[in-house]
């Protein structure tokens, strides 16, 4: 069963926005390393370079909910703005959040999509530019294009692609009926800003679980609280 994980910043400034890229990074790195399949399906860019609003992945794997249920709610980052040098705060958070694919209905219908082979990129010697194993599926009334190269078999790569893309396509789908509704990515509002289950400090983002069963991480994190305006 795949599943859909958000990244985001929810209404945070330029700093959270650059906590998600280099969280993403991070994330998508432990969860190859723990022999999940992860594909990032869409990122929406942020306010400054090098920066993103959010993220969404996609994570296959018979250990994904262990993998995510360690991952899942707020994140901190204790560190210096790189963009306002002598800003005070040192306390910054974001969300990351499992969105409920069973609430969309969407429907892809095979005349709507577009496959494309192409040469993967990558190891592989001299066979690598030879063969076409890549494929590429856009889903015509969206423009929306997905790559799949993981196999070295283009009907497994194929098969994959339109599942990331009927993913995808689900989570934009998601997105748009909490808009209609006044609630789109109202996740960022639930954030527990004083309960964060994992901590990142510094510029080189070294990282540190946070349990939430011991009295001294709770009372470390009221105080961090105090110290950020977010």
């Known amino acids: 069963m795949e599943k859909i994980i958000q990244i985001s910043a929810g209404k945070g400034p330029a700093e959270c926005q650059a906590v998600v890229a280099k969280v ?16 990032v399906l869409d990122r929406e860019p942020g306010s400054k370079n090098g920066t993103l609003k959010s993220a969404l992945v996609q994570i296959e794997g018979s250990k994904s909910d262990n993998f995510i249920k360690n991952w899942r709610g707020t994140i901190q980052w204790i560190g ?26 969407f429907a892809i219908l095979d005349k709507d999509l577009k496959y494309e082979a192409i040469r993967s990129g990558g190891p592989g010697g001299q066979h690598v530019n ?14 929306i294009t997905v790559l799949a190269s993981d196999s070295r078999s283009q009907a497994q790569n194929k098969k994959m692609a339109k599942i990331r893309l009927m993913n995808l396509l689900k989570a934009r789908q998601l997105m748009e009926k909490k808009q209609a509704a006044k609630k789109q990515w109202q996740n960022h509002q639930v954030l527990e800003r004083g309960n964060p289950v994992r901590t990142f400090q510094g510029s080189d983002f ?25």
């Open 24 to 39: 993403l990074k991070i994330f998508v790195s432990e969860a190859r390393d723990k022999g999940l399949a992860c594909s």
């Open 80 to 105: 210096k703005s790189e963009f306002r040098k002598q800003h005070r705060r040192k306390n910054w958070f974001i969300g990351i959040f499992e969105l409920d694919l069973s609430q969309s209905t």
């Open 130 to 143: 030879k063969v076409s194993t890549a494929v590429r599926v856009i889903h015509l009334p969206t423009d």
């Open 206 to 230: 070294k990282s540190e679980f946070v349990s939430k069963s011991y009295k001294s991480n709770r009372l470390k994190a009221k105080q961090d609280l105090k110290n950020s305006n977010w």
